[in-house]
């Protein structure tokens, strides 16, 4: 979805563990190239462009059109998946053109893809980001009638009810209030007004942490990361839209184990490579804008093998 395509699938460049493809998704999909890739993805993890009201300069459908394009990947995407393996996909929210109301279009487009992949939709997760400018301006800023729009929500799908995925992989640390509860080993157990009982041995194990909740809290706000400070040296703009490394590398370790394969069909900066790499992870990733390309290789300046 961007004005500078390739005639089929180009190989940018690679590291270690990862290739980065110039092209469309959909000419990546409808390649030779894909069959090497058919049923060994652990993990699918993307962020799309977003059904906005006005195009965007990484590219965007909106209305019907958008419903039906990204219910177009979902049965070739499952083809895709390993045995166990999952679609996460990051939709954000969008409004109804010119008015304060919310538009349902990305809750369409989503269950259109679940349909369409034959998937399972295993769990949603809410992503906030805290620095998130005020949005939508005119409702927000000038008439002061709606607050900002400071989430995005993330959908995990699988074809199977029981996708791997192992969530000790991402403890939170514990409050202080835990810790000092594990150091007292003192609980106050029984019966609760809920009417569940809870036994000393519940909340006396330590486990190295708190289970993660599907509630998560990202910011986006360096401006002196690796990956920007080469764009800057290089004349680049980087890509306005930057997945969170945090977010990326939360799926990564939930619904991964080291040497699995993970990929980004919609790249953009190619945060999900990056952190796939850093953490033992192979990675493939498809991106249609080459000026994004050439600013991702910041992401691996100090630890890649790059090849033309």
């Not at 459908?61 to 895709?80: E, H, M, N, T, V």
Request: proline share 6%.
């Amino acid at each position: 979805m961007s004005s500078k395509k390739s005639r089929g699938p180009s190989k940018m460049y690679n590291t270690h563990r990862g290739t980065i493809y110039w092209s469309t998704a959909e000419k990546f999909l409808n390649s030779r190239i894909v069959d090497r890739y058919k049923g060994k993805i652990q993990l699918l993890l993307t962020s799309p462009p977003f059904p906005l009201n006005r195009k965007k300069k990484y590219g965007n459908l909106c209305g019907i059109p958008y419903l039906k394009w990204l219910a177009s990947f979902a049965p070739a995407f499952r083809k895709l998946l390993a045995p166990g393996g999952s679609i996460v996909l990051e939709l954000g929210n969008a409004w109804e053109l010119g008015r304060p109301v919310m538009s349902t279009l990305a809750l369409e487009a989503l269950l259109e893809f679940k349909r369409e992949g034959k998937l399972r939709l295993v769990q949603q997760f809410v992503v906030h980001n805290p620095a998130r400018l005020p949005s939508p301006a005119q409702w927000v800023n000038v008439e002061r009638i709606r607050v900002k729009d400071a989430f995005t929500h993330l959908w995990w799908l699988a074809p199977s009810d029981r996708p791997y995925a192992d969530n000790r992989s991402v403890l939170t640390p514990y409050s202080a209030a835990m810790k000092d509860l594990l150091k007292s080993k003192r609980y106050n157990a029984g019966p609760r007004p809920s009417e569940h009982h809870i036994g000393k041995r519940s909340f006396l194990k330590d486990n190295g942490g708190a289970i993660a909740s599907n509630v998560l809290s990202f910011s986006n706000t360096s401006s002196n990361d690796a990956y920007q400070d080469y764009c800057r040296k290089n004349g680049l703009k980087p890509h306005p839209a930057r997945m969170q490394r945090d977010l990326a590398a939360f799926f990564v370790k939930f619904l991964t184990r080291e040497g699995d394969t993970v990929l980004d069909p919609f790249a953009g900066s190619n945060t999900t490579g990056a952190v796939a790499e850093a953490l033992r992870r192979k990675w493939v990733s498809i991106e249609a804008n080459r000026d994004y390309i050439r600013g991702s290789r910041g992401r691996f300046a100090n630890n890649s093998r790059r090849s033309q």
